[in-house]
């Protein structure tokens, strides 16, 4: 977007010769052509080979809505999920992972008496985080893999523009949510909508950007979440 305002701002200050020529447009990547498994083969392999991403949305599941805000570069990731029952912050870097809880949350999953202990011990420090833990499955919430894999026979479903994208629809089957993917440029999932048993939508974007937010935290804002259990 940067980019886009400055050559806005340099055209407005040429000389008007009219000498320069208009960017191309991103061509055709063929997805919209190939059958429905085969375009979402194709996009899933885009977006785990780019070099970073960010997905958020919104999900209502059965009244339980779930907000979600990730930042992805490779397999790391930093952003936060929020239901009903409270709101994490996630973080993952060369593979340790990281969760930073509010009270809310800790009520639900250690209930009442024990949360009181943990925010206390914990203030605003970030809970370092074992593959063993049950709190490693929070992480699942911004698996690509999962996100993107159908739960029916996919069918292809209309055409669109989306902020700008063309894109095509990939409707599940079975519970009739749809993935539009771009059908310009790289094949990058755009947007998710869901169907059937989840209203709401994921929308991915910010494709290569940086995110300086994705470092280990400084080791004395990190407690050991195996030894914060034994306390």
Known sequence: MVAVVAMALLAGCGDGDGGQSAP???ADNGVA??????????????????????????????????TLDFKMTGSDLAGQVSTDEG????????????????????????GA?????????????????SKKDEFTRLFN??????????E???????AKEIDGVK???????????TLYIATTGEPYPVRMEGGQDAAGQITFS?????FDELKAPPANQVVDFDQLKRT
Request: glycine content about 10%.
């Open 24 to 26: 191309a447009a991103p």
């Open 33 to 66: 052509a190939l059958a429905p498994n085969e375009a979402l083969q194709r996009s899933t392999t885009a977006v785990k080979n780019a070099k970073s991403y960010r997905l958020a949305g919104d999900i209502d599941t059965d009244g339980q809505k779930m």
């Open 87 to 110: 709101t994490v912050e996630l973080l993952s870097v060369a593979g340790q992972q990281y969760i930073r809880p509010d009270e809310k949350f800790w009520v639900k999953n250690v």
């Open 113 to 129: 008496k024990a949360s009181g202990e943990m925010v206390k011990l914990m203030g605003d420090k970030w809970a370092k985080v």
């Open 141 to 150: 919430v911004a698996n690509v893999d999962e996100l993107l894999k159908p």
């Open 152 to 158: 029916g026979t996919m069918t292809k479903g209309e």
């Open 167 to 177: 894109t095509v629809g990939l409707v599940d089957g079975d519970k009739d949510g």
């Open 206 to 210: 910010d494709f290569g950007a940086t």
